[in-house]
T-cell receptor, first 111, second 112 residues
């Protein structure tokens, strides 16, 4: 069973609108959680990384939150742009440095 | 800024052939990770190296081997290729283990 679950599987939003992606994990012990953006056929690009003590972290129009108690994270995209169309992957690292990948949320931004 | 370099970007092989994928980490990164991503699947961790020593092993088949060289670049050697080996192979690098991994563009392998 995958230790990282993401929702929704996919979503379509209009350019300029906001959206929020969810990530629930069961990885334990927990080291850190990353959000990656992956364009089709390309390598994932790191957006944010958060450790146990961090609740929120921003990177431009991307804001990630982490609740280590409930083992939930979210990625909020503000004022979406066409270039935001991609797969967003939640990756959780345990203390053994192995990464557990979520299946990703495919975001499509339409003009 | 320099990124992770992988070569080749695309590779076509026939069954039972061998293939070698190369990864050049970001300068001053001493840790390299290899991942396999099948069509429509999330990346699966294969193996990692830290300071030229294997640091962790995931779901890497026995037909595959890898090493990290003195200049920190790494090579993934794949023998007796099977159709199921067709996938996107990512290399990532980081500074000490546990820090953010930066991914290369991947090598797309097609086994016919």
């Amino acid at each position: 069973k995958n230790q990282v679950e993401q929702s929704p599987q996919s979503l379509i939003i209009l350019e300029g609108k906001n959206c929020t992606l969810q990530c629930n994990y069961t990885v334990s012990p927990f080291s850190n959680l990353r959000w990656y953006k992956q364009d089709t056929g390309r390598g994932p690009v790191s957006l944010t990384i958060m450790t146990f003590s961090e609740n929120t972290k921003s990177n431009g129009r991307y804001t990630a939150t982490l609740d280590a108690d409930t083992k939930q994270s979210s990625l909020h995209i503000t004022a979406s742009q066409l270039s935001d169309s991609a797969s967003y992957i939640c990756v959780v690292s345990g203390d053994d440095y192995k990464l557990s990948f979520g299946a990703g949320t495919t975001v499509t931004v339409r003009a | 800024a320099a990124g992770v370099i992988q070569s080749p970007r695309h590779l076509i092989k026939e069954k039972r052939e061998t293939a070698t994928l190369k990864c050049y980490p970001i300068p001053r990164h001493d840790t390299v990770y290899w991942y396999q991503q099948g069509p429509g699947q999330d990346p699966q961790f294969l193996i990692s190296f830290y300071e030229k020593m294997q640091s962790d092993k995931g779901s890497i088949p026995d037909r595959f081997s890898a090493q990290q060289f003195s200049d920190y670049h790494s090579e993934l050697n794949m023998s007796s290729l099977e159709l199921g080996d067709s996938a996107l192979y990512f290399c990532a690098s980081s500074r000490p283990q546990g820090e953010t991994q930066y991914f290369g563009p991947g090598t797309r392998l097609l086994v016919l």
